[in-house]
């Protein structure tokens, strides 16, 4: 962490599979729970943001985080201090601060189970009733112009 202070992280049921499954392919040699390309080094730091240049992405690793912290405004009930301490934000003014002595731990592993299952719910394709594809369907605003 940035600020030295330890933070601890609930992790989601699908965080945890995934940690199994890497924890499963570890060797003697390699003890990390992502090793990197070459022997005996982690994942570089680099290697998120080089995936999603390859994918032609135009989006940013920080951006993810911005991602989580507007869902949770917009689409949850969670309060503003669990999102912020689930990203390690500071939270309120020094005085606030220092009368905070816990970490909302078991809050935010609601939190991260929600954010979990959003993000594996399976999308189901809607349908328009009248037949018509996307594409086909013109802007209330198509029929003003001449």
């Given amino acids: 962490m940035k600020t030295g ?9 699908p965080a945890m599979t ?4 890497m924890h499963a392919l570890r060797t003697e040699e390699v003890d990390f729970v992502f090793p990197g390309q070459k022997h005996g080094r982690p994942l ?5 943001s080089m995936l999603l240049q390859r ?8 951006g993810f985080r911005s991602s989580f912290r507007n869902w949770v405004a917009e689409r949850t009930p969670f309060p503003h201090e669990v999102a912020e301490m689930a990203l390690a934000h500071a939270i309120g003014s020094k005085t606030e601060a ?13 939190l991260m189970a929600a954010w979990a299952d959003f993000l594996t719910e399976q999308r189901v394709k809607v349908m328009n009733l009248t037949g018509r594809t996307d594409d086909q369907r013109r802007s209330p605003l198509a029929t003003l112009a001449p």
């Fill in 44 to 48: 570089s730091v680099m290697a998120f």
């Fill in 18 to 21: 995934v940690l199994r499954e």
């Fill in 55 to 62: 994918m032609k992405v135009q989006v940013t690793a920080h």
């Fill in 5 to 13: 202070k330890s933070h601890r992280v609930p992790l989601s049921t």
């Fill in 98 to 110: 220092a009368y905070r002595r816990g970490d909302l731990f078991e809050k935010r592993r609601q």
